[in-house]
């Protein structure tokens, strides 16, 4: 029987949830329903934990009331995603709960746990059932059952565990988007993963510092450990080198075999295919390998290799003991976005945004991020653009931790924040004025997006196929087809129901001018009467973002 937890025990179980997360960040991210590329829900929970274990590696052994702390303000900071916040939240719970306490007792920790799920369910507007909130809930209340009669802590840590796993098996049957694609919450297991190592921890089954024999090689390699099984030391990511390259075609035979190669050696993929060239973007250990095999296809032409650890390692350890002063204020209203792209970076400078972070689809920034470019605008009041759903929640905790005022306008799309920006006529206008001309600037905003489809998928009575083209407006999904003239004539029927008056396409980063133009012929041939734009974005992940008004 133990019927408590020092320090030592509580930091090493900490650290091997943020090993374990790492080690099963892929299972996590491949339970996404959606099959468009996306920020990757075990990618996020795996940084954000990941940024308090970096801090509490650097932390001598205290109570688990400072190491609590520790942690909650590391994840508040480090948070990515709607699932990073989530996990912020929940342990910040766990803080208020030991602040103080060199050890915890079972009651103790039960009490944490349903601390964090009610500051987890408060912070979310609409809390979804069927989801994290719903298995930490079922969890906690398990825990606190235990403790009425019960005080061996590893006891309560399995009855919460078991009672997480039942949640998360039923998240297919609540939650309707999961009924149809007939998987679990990814969250969800993110959160399972969590508690399973912490027990292993707590039996001393696993360690920090040790990791199932042999390395990642293959498939089953990647698949969940078995009970017993150790974590490797947790630090940043499993790859270093963020490896972006173009090759000049030889011929036109399928990428596929190299698609696979590198999805082998890495994560992150995306392949970008034109007539003459196609695009490579991975995070690898071997980029030479990768750079090696890509010429079997043809020529290389530019190759950029960055050590994202090296990177990581110079933004964590700048100003750790504290924070820069924000800046002074020299005006009333400032503005920070949140975007990819050269094209759309220029385009936001232009219509007056103080600060761009870089990110949106497949790389949340961290609240983290978006705090530094809010402490570095010179105004009282910083209007933050998210332009991504899964980025406001992660903007929203940067109000509590700057002296500035700050105002979160909701953008989902980068079109969206274009329009809204355009809204607010320069900040001629006071605050509530300001708010109110971009929330009408964004409802009159639909978005198209082309991208293409990051796995195989029957999802709501669409086959897709890795690879094809894939439309979306206003987040649903239109279909996808390997012929992008035929996907774009799919939407253009669809815009009829809107009947817009302008149209702006937005062409990323691996789209010639000449093919955006010719999109935008035809999408003026369905609706001549709109005014049509086309602008170089440069943006990854999507060949074409469209605002409709």
């Known amino acids: 029987m133990r019927e408590s937890i020092d320090g030592a025990a509580f930091k090493d179980m900490l650290l091997c949830a943020a090993a374990a997360l790492e080690a099963n960040k892929k299972q996590i991210n491949e339970l996404n ?37 520790v942690t909650a303000n590391a994840l508040l900071r480090g948070a990515r995603g709607n699932s990073g916040v989530i996990l912020s939240l929940l342990f910040r719970g766990l803080s208020k709960v030991l602040k103080g306490k060199d050890t915890f007792d079972a009651h103790d920790f039960a009490q944490a746990m349903n601390e964090g799920v009610e500051a987890a369910y408060n912070a979310v507007m609409k809390p979804a059932e069927g989801t994290i909130l719903t298995v930490s809930r079922l969890s906690a209340s398990a825990a606190a059952d235990f403790a009425e009669t019960g005080n061996d802590v590893e006891l309560m840590l399995s009855c919460a565990l078991e009672a997480a796993k039942e949640a998360l098996a039923d998240t297919v049957h609540i939650n309707p988007v999961l009924k149809k694609a007939g998987v679990v919450d990814a969250g969800g297991k993110g959160y399972v993963t969590i508690l399973e190592a912490m027990l292993a921890s707590l039996r001393g089954e696993v360690t920090p510092d040790s990791y199932p024999s042999g390395e990642a090689e293959s498939e089953e390699d990647l ?11 947790f630090d940043t990511g499993a790859y270093d080198f963020d490896t972006v390259f173009i090759v000049r075609r030889s011929d036109e035979r399928s990428l596929e075999p190299l698609r696979a190669y590198l999805s082998s050696i890495g994560d992150c993929l995306v392949i970008s295919e034109g007539d003459e060239e196609f695009k490579i973007h991975v995070h690898t250990n071997i980029p030479g390998d990768a ?26 350890n700048a100003g750790q003991d504290e924070d820069p002063a924000p800046a002074e204020p020299e005006k009333e209203f400032s503005s920070v976005v949140v975007c990819a792209g050269e094209g759309m970076e220029a385009l936001f400078i232009e219509l ?21 470019a809010v402490n570095a605008t010179p105004a009282k009041t910083v209007f933050v653009f998210p332009n991504n759903k899964n980025i406001i929640m992660a903007a929203e905790q940067t109000i509590p931790l700057t002296e500035k005022h700050v105002v979160i306008i909701p953008t989902v799309t980068v079109p969206q924040g274009v329009s809204a920006m355009l809204g607010m006529e320069i900040y001629e206008q006071g605050e509530a004025e300001l708010i109110a001309s971009a929330k009408s600037a964004i409802a009159n905003v639909h978005t198209a997006l082309v991208t293409y489809a990051a796995r195989d998928s029957d999802f709501d009575g669409y086959e897709i196929k890795a690879g094809e083209y894939l439309g979306l407006l206003d987040g649903a999904l239109l279909g996808s087809n390997a012929d992008i003239a035929a996907l774009i004539k799919t939407l253009s029927d669809k815009l009829s129901d809107i009947a817009p008056e302008f149209l702006t396409v937005y062409y990323g980063a691996d789209v010639s001018q000449d093919d955006a133009q010719s999109v935008a012929d035809r999408l003026s041939e369905g609706h001549p009467d709109a005014e049509m734009s086309v602008i170089n974005g440069g943006q990854p992940v999507y060949y074409y973002m469209i605002s409709a008004e």
């Not at 970096?54 to 609590?68: C, W």
């Not at 698949?223 to 030391?233: H, K, V, Y």
């Not at 007056?352 to 530094?372: C, F, R, Y």
């Open 352 to 372: 007056g945004a103080d600060k761009v972070v870089t990110g949106g689809q497949t790389m949340n920034p961290s609240t983290e991020d978006i705090l530094k």
């Open 223 to 233: 698949e969940e450990p078995e009970s017993g099984a150790n974590f490797a030391e």
């Open 33 to 69: 329903v959606f099959p468009v590329p996306d920020g990757d829900t075990g990618t996020n929970m795996s940084m954000t934990m990941g940024a308090a274990a970096t801090e509490l590696r650097k932390k001598p052994v205290t109570g688990t009331g400072e190491i609590a702390k």
């Open 291 to 316: 750079l090696t095999e890509a010429q079997k296809y043809g020529t290389l032409d530019i190759a950029k290799i960055e050590n994202m650890r090296l990177q990581h390692d110079e933004l964590v």
